[in-house]
T-cell receptor, first 115, second 112 residues
Framework: SAVISQKPSRDICQRGTSLTIQCQVD?????MFWYRQQPGQSLTLIAT?????????ESGFVIDKFPISRPNLTFSTLTVSNMSPEDSSIYLC????????????FGPGTRLLVL | GENVEQHPSTLSVQEGDSAVIKCTYS??????FPWYKQELGKRPQLIID?????GEKKDQRIAVTLNKTAKHFSLHITETQPEDSAVYFC???????????FGTGTRLKVLA
C-alpha cells in the first residue's frame, strides 16, 4: 500500500475564505480521488483528480467550488472556495494503484470547521 | 446507477460474540467488494476484500462472504473484542470505473 499524507490536518476558517488541502503520495499512483465525509456520515466522492487535465466531478460538485489540481502522479490539491458553515467536514484524498485490484487507500484526512 | 444499502446502521454485541454486517447492491456487473474500518478520528482502512470469483474469504477473525445471485456481501467478525469498536463501511466500484460508492456505515460497539 502507499503512504499518503495530507496537509493541513485540521483548520478553522472564516466564511467566505478559501482553503487549499494538499495530498502527497510516496509512490506514483494511477488514480487519485477526493472525498467529503460530513459529521457522522459516510464518504461521498467529490471528484477524480486527473494528472495533467481537469478533474472529473461527481453530481452535486462543481469546479468553481472545489477546484482540483494534479500536476504529477504523486501530488494533488483540493481547494474549498468561498466557504460556508455547510462546508465543515472531513476531506480525504485516496489513491488507487491499478495492479489488477481496485483497492483504494486513504489519506489521514483534513478536518475543516467553518465559522 | 449503482446503489449500495448497508445494514444495520448500529450494532452492539457482547465481547466474544459475533457480528455480521450486510451490504446489498444493484449492479450485477460488480466484481470487487472491499470492507473498510474507520476508528474515531482516523482514516478508513481496508480490512478485507473479495473478488467475485470466490464466495468467501477469511483473515483470522474477519471473513467476507459474497452471494452474487442475491447481490449481497457480508462482513463477519467472530470473537469480537473492544478494539473492534468502530464504523465499518462496505464499498463498491462503479461498473467500468475505479470510483467507489460507499455504504452508509455500521457503527459497531463491542461491550466488555
Amino acid at each position: 500500500s502507499a503512504v499518503i499524507s495530507q496537509k493541513p490536518s485540521r483548520d478553522i476558517c472564516q466564511r467566505g475564505t478559501s482553503l487549499t488541502i494538499q495530498c502527497q503520495v510516496d509512490s506514483q499512483v494511477t488514480m487519485m480521488f477526493w472525498y467529503r465525509q460530513q459529521p457522522g456520515q459516510s464518504l461521498t466522492l467529490i471528484a477524480t483528480a486527473n494528472q495533467g487535465s481537469e478533474a472529473t466531478y461527481e453530481s452535486g460538485f462543481v469546479i468553481d467550488k472545489f477546484p482540483i489540481s494534479r500536476p504529477n502522479l504523486t501530488f494533488s490539491t483540493l481547494t474549498v472556495s468561498n466557504m460556508s458553515p455547510e462546508d465543515s467536514s472531513i476531506y480525504l484524498c485516496s489513491v488507487a494503484v491499478l495492479t489488477g485490484k481496485e483497492t483504494q487507500y486513504f489519506g489521514p484526512g483534513t478536518r475543516l470547521l467553518v465559522l | 446507477g449503482e446503489n449500495v444499502e448497508q445494514h444495520p446502521s448500529t450494532l452492539s454485541v457482547q465481547e466474544g460474540d459475533s457480528a455480521v454486517i450486510k451490504c446489498t447492491y444493484s449492479d450485477s456487473a460488480s466484481n470487487y467488494f472491499p470492507w473498510y474500518k474507520q476508528e474515531l478520528g482516523k482514516r478508513p482502512q481496508l480490512i478485507i476484500d473479495i473478488r467475485s470469483n470466490v464466495g468467501e474469504k477469511k483473515d483470522q477473525r474477519i471473513a467476507v462472504t459474497l452471494n452474487k445471485t442475491a447481490k449481497h456481501f457480508s462482513l463477519h467478525i467472530t470473537e469480537t473484542q473492544p478494539e473492534d469498536s468502530a464504523v465499518y463501511f462496505c464499498a463498491l466500484p462503479g461498473p467500468g470505473t475505479y470510483k467507489y460508492i460507499f455504504g452508509t456505515g455500521t457503527r459497531l460497539k463491542v461491550l466488555a
